[in-house]
T-cell receptor
Framework: NAGVTQTPKFQVLKTGQSMTLQCAQD?????MSWYRQDPGMGLRLIHY???????DQGEVPNGYNVSRSTTEDFPLRLLSAAPSQTSVYFC????????????FGQGTRLTVV | GQQVMQIPQYQHVQEGEDFTTYCNSS?????IQWYKQRPGGHPVFLIQ?????EVKKQKRLTFQFGEAKKNSSLHITATQTTDVGTYFC?????????FGSGTKLNVKP
């Protein structure tokens, strides 16, 4: 099993550009989520989804959009990149509405210049 | 808003010494999870605690969930160099997880 797959692994954007971070899981998990990790701040929840067609905001949703058209995929869109969005982004999935073990992807290191 | 505080931020120990990290939440949690992240890696699940006062052990690791379900701790007995990494707690409130800022453990051989 591939588990949770994130692409790309690294990305450099110019301020104002948009892009989509991809996340796919092959474990048929209902719950998927996006986090950003900044030094000294742990992981902060951006958006999450409890199933296909359902998404909701986390702690730091501004500047990001998500959609969940299938169980497998949960892309994260940066609408207009800003230097403050420079971070490492992790996608995670779990069963049963998030109340079980979360499996994380390898992460995407994003730099906005 | 919801916050999960974790201390200490860093801990340097000699191999064989014990290590403890603590998490405190501003609100009651449904459950708490613990993760380990190796340098350059992604978080890996260690354990989940659900019940008030719960204690779970995994070999040299002991996890506790407070009676009020607002605090938790991870204790490692006799650390080894393989324990190096950052340990995070993650408290669940409804469908959202709130991660602590992590404790970075360095073990000197």
């Amino acid at each position: 099993n591939a588990g949770v797959t994130q692409t790309p692994k690294f990305q450099v954007l110019k301020t104002g550009q948009s892009m989509t971070l991809q996340c796919a899981q092959d474990m048929n998990h209902e719950y998927m989520s996006w986090y950003r990790q900044d030094p000294g701040m742990g992981l902060r929840l951006i958006h999450y989804s409890v199933g296909a067609g359902i998404t909701d905001q986390g702690e730091v949703p501004n500047g990001y959009n998500v959609s969940r058209s299938t169980t497998e995929d949960f892309p994260l869109r940066l609408l207009s990149a800003a230097p403050s969005q420079t971070s490492v982004y992790f996608c995670a999935s779990s069963r049963q509405g998030g109340g079980t073990e979360a499996f994380f992807g390898q992460g995407t290191r994003l730099t906005v210049v | 808003g919801q916050q999960v505080m974790q201390i200490p931020q860093y801990q340097h120990v000699q191999e064989g010494e014990d290590f403890t990290t603590y998490c405190n939440s501003s609100t009651t949690l449904s459950n708490i999870q613990w993760y380990k992240q190796r340098p350059g890696g992604h978080p890996v699940f260690l354990i989940q605690l659900v019940k008030s006062g719960e204690v779970k052990k995994q070999k040299r690791l002991t996890f506790q969930f407070g009676e009020a379900k607002k605090n938790s701790s991870l204790h490692i007995t006799a650390t080894q160099t393989t324990d190096v990494g950052t340990y995070f707690c993650a408290g669940r409130n409804f469908n959202k997880f709130y991660f602590g800022s992590g404790t970075k453990l360095n073990v000197k051989p």
